[in-house]
């Protein structure tokens, strides 16, 4: 089975639709939160999620956007564009959103889905070999491959024998066997990199043949950038795009 595995989409639908088109062939499509927040297009994201009939959990900033919850937690600019997020979806897309688990297992592959970390699925940044270890202690039994984004960085962190973690920055195309030792998965963001590369980012599971492979796509920030204009979002969250940071 081929599993396409997206996160922090943030309302960017022509980042979103362009990673679609790349992806080929898959049986599903999960995503790991942060459907909203930052972008322009938050009701047509989740429309699309909807008809690919995405399995997945809330991160963050949707839960902000549904709930207010967390608001001072956010820098200006975050917060600006939850709160214009807050305003503009429609009640479907606030159901939809509210409606998310923090937390989703497929037990009969052994993985693990959050948005941020498996011990705190919200809030926690994975960026260090010390925390991703707890977080590896942290899965639950039998799921020993854990899903996470947040951070917007694609990278894997591995166990060894010995119980030493080493972190693995996956380029285009790289490919990462799975086998039954502990793994953290971040398949990096689709709608906002933070890795220096402004391109979309994802990760395609074969559960067949245990293998993740790390893919970017090319999309029209322009476009996207041009959205966010309209909508009066922040000018930093507007400019980032364009460096990928
Ligand atoms: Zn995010």
Redesign the pocket.
Known sequence: MRIAVLS?I?ANLVALEAVIDSLGSVDRVWQLG?VVGYGPEPDGVVERLKALKAQGVR?N?DTTAVSGEGLDWFNPEARAAIEWTRSTISEATRTWLAALPTQWQDEERGMDLVHGSPRDPLWEYITSGNVARANMDALPPGTPIGLH??T?VPVAWRADESGRVTLIRPANGDRLELDERPILLNPG?VGQPRDGDPNASYLVLDTDGAVATWHRVAYSIPATQDSMRRAALPFRLIERLSYGV
Do not use: R, T, V
Request: hydrophobic share 0%; no cysteine; charged share 20%.
């Open positions: 922090d943030h942060d991160g900033h984004g947040h917007h963001s």
